[in-house]
């Protein structure tokens, strides 16, 4: 969905190396949220945001940091990769105003960290 | 939030219905029942969400017995490109939005010609 974009799509790094992953929607909504996905494990969520001052931990935020620079911005940064954070990594967003909060996600950025 | 229990993979053949199950035992009184259908390399999409008794897209039903215990995603007369995951998720509907946040492993469902 062209709304919710990631940037950027495939990234290598080293470990101990500093990395940010930027997501920006187009949608208007208020809630944004980041998660990783690892082979047979489904999404595990790492942070939200469901407003510009609003940051909420998730199931695995250790090891990662959030930045919500606006309402249409929300970034994902790793201080200090290391290789069990190699992931794809989806942010998604969802407006709180509808009766149901469907999700919308991004395209995904596959990070390695060697 | 109620944990969900999916069957892990599925397997079916073009035309048929395709029936996913997903147990929510805990669920509570304020959450509702989502699905959403991931292809590989892209993000999940939002299937159909349902509190009780039946849901009906353009795409699938949502079938929630009254005890809301469990749910059924059906899915009319699959074709190749149903391969996909299939998640359940419990969501806490309170005030202006829905706290459901957790995604379990999901069903893989693979069909065949």
């Known amino acids: 969905d062209a709304d919710v974009t990631q940037t950027p799509r495939n990234r290598i790094t080293k470990t101990g190396k500093r990395i940010m992953l930027e997501c920006s929607q187009t949608?208007?909504?208020?809630?944004m949220y980041w998660y990783r996905q690892d082979p047979g494990l489904g999404l595990r969520l790492i942070y939200y945001s469901f407003d510009v001052k609003d940051i909420n931990k998730g199931e695995i935020s250790d090891g990662y940091s959030v930045s919500r620079q606006a309402q249409a911005k929300f970034s994902l940064s790793l201080e200090s990769a290391i290789p069990n954070q190699t992931a794809l990594y989806f942010c998604?967003?969802?407006?709180?105003?509808?009766?149901?909060?469907?999700?919308?996600f991004g395209p995904g950025t596959r990070l390695t960290v060697l | 939030l109620a944990k969900t229990t999916q069957p892990i993979s599925m397997d079916s053949y073009e035309g048929q219905e395709v029936n996913i199950t997903c147990s929510h035992n805990n669920i509570a009184t304020n959450d509702y029942i989502t699905w959403y259908q991931q292809f590989p390399s892209q993000g999940p999409r939002f299937i159909i969400q349902g509190y009780k008794t039946k849901v009906t897209n353009e795409v699938a039903s949502l079938f929630i017995p009254a005890d809301r215990k469990s749910s059924t995603l059906s899915l009319p007369r699959v074709s190749l490109s149903d391969t996909a995951v299939y998640y359940c998720l419990v969501e806490r509907y309170s005030g202006g939005g829905a706290d459901g946040l957790t995604f379990g492993k999901g069903t893989h469902l693979i069909i065949q010609p």
């Open positions: 949608k208007g909504h208020d809630r």
């Open positions: 998604a967003t969802s407006d709180a105003v509808n009766s149901y909060n469907e999700q919308f």
